[in-house]
């Protein structure tokens, strides 16, 4: 789980993008080789104080990593 663009960019850089390079945002899920990436909002205060992120957008993203965490390849 990515939180915010910059981790999603590095996490791409790192692995390998494939072109076109997936685009962050919240909930966003990019499959690559070996891994899954899901996107979520920076629990920033800027972003919690606005309601961009609230908790429960952050629960449904985590909530979803916990389902794919389950799943074998």
Do not use: I
């Not at 999603?8 to 076109?20: I, N, Q, S």
């Not at 499959?31 to 449904?60: I, W």
């Amino acid at each position: 789980m990515c939180l915010g663009a910059f981790a999603w960019d590095a996490a791409l850089r790192v692995l390998g993008a494939p072109r076109p390079k997936p685009r962050f945002g919240h909930g966003a899920e990019a499959q690559l080789e070996r891994v899954r990436l899901l996107g979520c909002y920076h629990p920033s205060q800027q972003n919690t104080f606005t309601g961009k992120l609230t908790e429960a957008m952050l629960d449904e993203v985590l909530e979803r990593a916990k389902r794919l965490s389950r799943l074998t390849p």
